[in-house]
């Protein structure tokens, strides 16, 4: 069993920056392979990034390649999404997922079993 909870969303203004957390709790967490996907009203959930159980490897979407950064620290039980030079689009709830171990595509959401309540991130213009 996991569970998430994500906090850190909020209101920013275009090229700042913003921090999401996600604290998860269970015995899988440290073998469980972490991402960040995002919903824009009226639109489908999107991938955004995501990193390998060992936090060896990291994944992510063409349009936060650069600007994003997910990190985690499995003896805290925990993920991070760091967001730098935010831009209007990417204005979502922004949820954390975890997935027990897989040969679907990372950015697939279908392959994540634990989904976190999500977090508003709106950024201004």
């Known amino acids: 069993q996991v569970q998430l909870v994500e906090s850190g969303g909020g209101l920013v203004q275009a090229g700042g920056s913003l921090g999401l957390s996600c604290a998860a709790s269970g015995r899988t967490f440290s073998r469980a392979g972490m991402g960040w996907f995002r919903q824009a009203p009226g639109k489908e959930r999107e991938f955004v990034a995501a990193?390998?159980?060992?936090?060896?490897?990291?994944y992510y979407a063409d349009s936060v390649k650069g600007r994003f950064t997910i990190s985690r620290d499995n003896s805290k039980n925990t993920v991070w999404l760091q967001m730098n030079s935010l831009k209007s689009e990417d204005t979502a709830v922004y949820y954390c997922?975890?997935?027990?171990?897989?040969?679907?595509?990372?950015?697939?959401?279908?392959?994540?079993?634990?989904w976190g309540q999500g977090t508003q991130v709106t950024v201004s213009s």
């Open positions: 990193i390998t159980w060992t936090g060896g490897s990291s």
């Open positions: 997922a975890a997935r027990d171990p897989t040969n679907l595509s990372y950015r697939d959401s279908i392959s994540y079993n634990y």
